[in-house]
T-cell receptor, first 117, second 111 residues
């Protein structure tokens, strides 16, 4: 069964450093997403991406963050100048269909746990 | 601010019982509703989705949607200890593709 994969599973970095989190969405999916979950809190939407551009982003997704689809399979989240409060689990998700608000089952990857020291 | 509310629990039920999990949402135009299960330290796993008012059954799971009351629920029949997890309600508000998640309800099924 196809699945979303993410690397690395755990990333430890020093405050102020840049990190890149990688995702390989399900191959025939067209929409890609990043969410984050701070320990003990709810899953929060960061950004959605379609046709090589951002389609929607949250207030959390400020200039510190960027996304890219560098090739036909990978989808990356870059966090510049990491802060302590960026420590969280970051989930990539993908979905096949694009009907706005309908038929939008999203499948989540296993996540990358980011620890900022 | 579009919100999704869930009781955080824990909801404890004995093995074999029916577990009932509830979720309310604020955006009346929302059209898609999803239930995910999340084990500790793991990613959300899709259980089922519902778009139309009424009930939708899939095995031991039944999702119920009442758009007039802005309420969606998940029933788990014949609960098993392996069902012990946090259940996340996710709503797609009108005019968007993103999920708004509730905080989740922690379910404990007692053997």
């Amino acid at each position: 069964e196809p699945e979303v994969t993410q690397t690395p599973s755990h990333q430890v970095t020093q405050m102020g450093q840049e990190v890149i989190l990688r995702c390989v969405p399900i191959s025939n999916h067209l929409y890609f997403y990043w969410y984050r979950q701070i320990l003990g809190q709810k899953v929060e939407f960061l950004v959605s991406f379609y046709n090589n551009e951002i389609s929607e982003k949250s207030e959390i997704f400020d200039d510190q963050f960027s996304v890219e689809r560098p090739d036909g399979s990978n989808f990356t989240l870059k966090i510049r100048s990491t802060k302590l409060e960026d420590s969280a689990m970051y989930f990539c998700a993908s979905s096949e269909r694009t009907g706005r608000g309908i038929y939008n089952e999203q499948f989540f990857g296993p996540g990358t746990r980011l620890t900022v020291l | 601010q579009k919100e999704v509310e869930q009781n955080s629990g824990p909801l404890s039920v004995p093995e074999g019982a029916i577990a009932s999990l509830n979720c309310t949402y604020s955006d009346r135009g929302s059209q898609s509703f999803f239930w995910y299960r999340q084990y500790s330290g793991k990613s959300p796993e899709l259980i089922m989705f519902i778009y139309s008012n009424g009930d939708k059954e899939d095995g031991r799971f039944t999702a119920q949607l009442n758009k007039a009351s802005q309420y969606v629920s998940l029933l788990i029949r014949d609960s098993q200890p392996s069902d012990s997890a946090t259940y996340l309600c996710a709503v797609v508000p009108s005019g968007t593709y993103k999920y708004i998640f509730g905080t989740g309800t922690r379910l404990k099924v007692l053997a």
